[in-house]
Nanobody, 121 residues
Framework: QVQLVESGGGLVQPGGSLRLSCAAS????????MGWYRQAPGKQRELVAG???????NYVDSVKGRFTISRNNAKNTVDLQIFSLKPEDTAVYYC???????????????WGQGTQAIVSS
């Protein structure tokens, strides 16, 4: 199976920055898509940013120009650099990867436990 461990959340003032990191481990044969989702209080979980194995990225409109997703395929990690934080960025951020484990041919999605980001003065 695949385990995801996230880090980097915290309390930040508006305009500040954060770097979220996610490391995947386990019996990984191949990772396809990696992404970050977030869930704000009372709202549905939404995709914030994603990156393919080839490096193509996509972002939700509300974060374009402020968030940058990157991945290290050798280390099975994905990071989310966040600049110019706004109070509406307050949420639990979840790492998501689509991976195939050894001795299987099927890709499936795995989730991290989430890391809280609070933007407040």
């Amino acid at each position: 199976q695949v385990q995801l461990v996230e880090s980097g959340g915290g309390l930040v003032q508006p305009g500040g920055s954060l770097r979220l990191s996610c490391a995947a481990s386990g019996s990984i044969a191949e990772i396809n898509y990696m992404g970050w989702y977030r869930q704000a209080p009372g709202k549905q979980r939404e995709l914030v940013a994603g990156i393919s194995s080839g490096g193509s990225t996509n972002y939700v409109d509300s974060v374009k120009g402020r968030f940058t997703i990157s991945r290290n395929n050798a280390k099975n990690t994905v990071d989310l650099q966040i600049f110019s934080l706004k109070p509406e960025d307050t949420a639990v951020y979840y790492c998501n990867v689509v991976a195939r484990v050894v001795l299987t041919s099927t890709f499936r999605a795995y989730w991290g436990q989430g890391t809280q980001a609070i933007v407040s003065s």
